[in-house]
């Protein structure tokens, strides 16, 4: 490959152009080159590549389905469609290179040498190209010629980045709310534009088990439907005008195939993000206990969540449970390689438990007491019930390391003690992660305040509660930016545990795929650069300049996104 990209250089150098350039020649500036999020180095360089029909894109096998991906982001971004080709032509006005090249550092850096005849983007490896194509398609300039048509060009440049964070992750819940395979599809193009690397898919909730699970087939048979969802806060503990539930009385559910989860997981590997499935336990498990009451603390009949919120009932510390479990599991890490998989831990009230006599006998069993002392870890007293969760946690784990795989869990997996090798996903602020990270686990940061995109992301939303209704607060764009995934309180050995940043997608109160993509952009766009970008590159204003390039390529995906960072522009 080096040989013939060198052949190509010098072929480039010694024979004339189809067509002259007239644009070789013109000068940049830093505000040609609108780039979300910012390249840790950008050097500014005179002359634009044009684009035409003649151009090409040229590759060996080894990157020809980057080469394919360009191919589209090119003609979504200008409707030219491009050659992609193995061998240098004889002749050529304009060829992108792709390659991979060893001397570069790092499995995400990449580099992309730009010229007004020829363009290379190299990396190791392929998803280090494929994330340079992100820039790339990004650089795509629209300029007016002097016939008074649109031409297409690339700014000369060269740039070196690799990303701040190895994890950089957007949750998407398909429990309270369903989405279309199609939908889950652009929504990981959307990712893959934002340079995202992990897809974190919640599959299981209280109101909705959305995995199909052959030997438990009644987790989709009956743990997948709903009677009918609650009318926005009509429901019990709501905290709205009128806690008495109020229903649609719509039957609501579905689920995924096996098959078409792995078409996902297809989909999402051929974009370089890895998918990381949850199964939440042993609380939000309604649906579950629905399929299968056995599994339950005898506090039966149970029916599939109609309305949001913390459910008392949750699994029965048994081994009829472990089983099932241990079988649910096997099936998910067949269908889903990722190292990790999540299986929540959050909000699980431990009143069952409290009550349960065979609850109690399992904790007399194993010997725990409750914390005459607060923790080191958290400062709390911790209840024997709460050490039983952590007995609980730690046995799937011990389950799913057998398997070669690694456990994530929610900052509640910390109470009653952490779980050997799990990593923590910090969503109640900062302190889980800062606690992961002192006991030497790494940690994932997605704090409420700045993270959950399921806020209101405008005043003006929030006080109209249009055009969608939310479930609470106000995190803005301005706000999600502004956040620093690495805590103060953290020393340099420890901040090295933080492993990234995610945003999470939480759908109690959003049914459409179009107000997905309203509740989540251009909130991920500040995120990406939140998670790519070093601390000390960023600036907002400077961001609201560049998300211009951004919002382009979000129109032509026709992504519903949200328009408040562009007022004062014809919206």
Known sequence: ??????????????????????YAESPNTMADYKLIPLPQQLEVRKGRMLLTENSCILTDAKL??????????????????????ETAPAKTPACIVLELDTTLTGEEAYRIDAGV??????ARTAQGVFLGLQTLRQMILEVVNS????DYVIPAALINDAPRFAYRGMHLDVGRHMFPLDFIKKYIDLLALHKMNRFHWHLTEDQGWRIEIKKYPKLTEVGAWRAETAIRKHFPDSGG???EFKGDGKRYGGFYTQDEAREIVQYAADRHIIVIPEIDMPGHMLAALASYPELGNGTGPYEVGKWWGVFNQILAPKEETFRFLEDVLTEIMDIFPSE??????????????????????????LGLKDDIEASPVDGRKHSKEDKLQSYFISRIEKFVNSKGRQIIGWDEILEGGLAPNATVMSWRGTEGGIAAA??????IMTPGGYCYFDHYQDSIDAATQEPYFSICCLTTVERVYSYDPVPAELNPEQAQLIWGVQANLWTEYIPLTEQAEYMALPRMTALSEVAWTPVELKDYE???????????ILDKMNVNYAKHIFAGENN
């Open 438 to 443: 002192k006991l030497g686990h790494k940690a």
């Open 117 to 122: 005849e020829r363009i290379s983007v190299s």
């Open 542 to 552: 400077a961001f609201k300049m560049r998300i211009a390039s951004m919002r382009g």
């Open 241 to 243: 005008e009128n806690a």
């Open 1 to 22: 490959m080096k040989k013939c990209i060198f052949a190509f250089a010098v072929a480039l150098v010694t024979l004339s152009c189809v067509s002259k350039n007239p």
């Open 64 to 85: 020809a389905k980057e080469a394919a991906f360009l191919k589209e982001y090119i003609e979504l971004g200008s409707g030219l469609s491009l050659n992609v080709l």
């Open 147 to 150: 016939a008074g048509k649109t």
């Open 340 to 365: 990790y998989i999540h299986i929540g831990g959050d909000e699980a009230p431990k009143k069952e438990w409290k009550e349960s006599a065979q609850a109690q006998a399992v904790i007399k069993q």
